[in-house]
């Protein structure tokens, strides 16, 4: 909860043409799925270009955005018009002041006027996602379904990973998504699906509602025999598991090979070949299993 951020210099920054390059050449090998995010995506200067750049590739089947809805209401129309499909919102907390603790300086009043605007734009799919912490806002969680219910938007709860220091031990605050379950089922009809969003999460249907409820759990059901997913960062860096350091660094191929894409290609190709198993969270470490933020390489 206290990230210390430090913004790097602009020309160790992927630009937003090298963003666009990096996800076409994505889809020249195949991947029809691509989600922006962050940090924060919105923040991003001329962002809007990005968006409608990448959805010019027709290879690419659904565009996904995750933000911190602070920006939303700013873009819906942009979002809705560059072919984003479907939008996941973080939203840790219903209570003003604990989400300003929560995000540091976030302002829970633009985020639910970002949902509101979403909601009225209209996309195919709006979903808060949720990082429940013990003694922190794990109370919150019958009132955030019930919200998502109000909405008839769906909501996932993920479990918090050890990534970054974030100043207190997790042991303390790690809620597993089991527990969390059983407290919806106490309050909920909740009946199991076999829906797919083409990620890691479980769905439950609420019953005669049409709010969905996800469970992301990294720690209590490890899912990495399932992942295709990798992530690159605003570096130019590509991860191949939120859980691991190893990473291709595409930054100086982009830059060295302006007009030849293959030397990109060969690598994402190669890197396949070493993209790990799973992961190996710890909660018990005192230091985090991986130094890097969420916010580095994005969710």
Not at 10 to 28: G, P, T, Y
Not at 52 to 78: C, F
Not at 152 to 174: A, C, Q
């Amino acid at each position: 909860m206290n990230e210390d951020m430090n913004f790097l210099p602009r020309d160790e920054v992927l630009s937003l043409e090298e963003s666009a390059r990096i996800v076409k050449i994505f889809a020249s090998l195949g991947v029809t799925k691509v989600r922006i995010t962050g940090g924060e995506p919105l923040v991003r200067k001329n962002v809007s270009w990005l968006f409608h750049e990448i959805a010019k590739i027709d290879r690419l089947k659904d565009i996904v955005l995750t933000t911190n809805g602070s920006q939303l209401s700013h873009y819906v129309e942009t979002l809705k018009a560059s072919k984003v499909k479907r939008i996941n919102i973080s939203l840790d907390s219903l209570d003003p002041v604990q989400f300003e603790k929560i995000t540091r300086v976030g302002d829970l009043h633009k985020v639910l006027q970002g949902i509101e605007d979403a909601i009225k734009i209209g996309f195919d799919s709006i979903k808060l996602n949720t990082v429940l912490m013990q003694g922190i806002n794990d109370h919150e969680v019958i009132d955030l379904v019930n919200f998502a219910t109000e909405k008839k938007i769906d909501i996932s709860f993920i479990e918090e990973m050890p990534l970054g220091d974030i100043g207190h031990n997790r042991m303390n605050t790690f809620i597993s998504n089991d527990v969390v379950l059983k407290k919806l089922q106490s309050h909920f009809n909740l009946i199991p699906t076999t829906y797919s969003s083409g990620g890691p999460a479980k769905y439950w249907q609420i019953a005669n509602q049409h709010t969905k409820v996800g469970f992301i759990s990294p720690h209590s059901h490890n899912f990495c025999d399932t992942c295709n997913r990798v992530r690159v960062s605003s570096k130019g860096e590509l991860f191949l598991c939120l859980g691991q350091e190893e990473k291709i660094e595409l930054m100086p191929l982009l830059r060295q090979h302006l007009n030849d894409d293959w030397p990109i290609q060969f690598a994402i190709l190669e890197s396949m070949k070493i993209k790990p198993q799973g992961h190996d969270f710890n909660l018990e470490n005192i230091k985090p299993s991986v130094v890097r933020f969420m916010s580095h390489t994005g969710g």
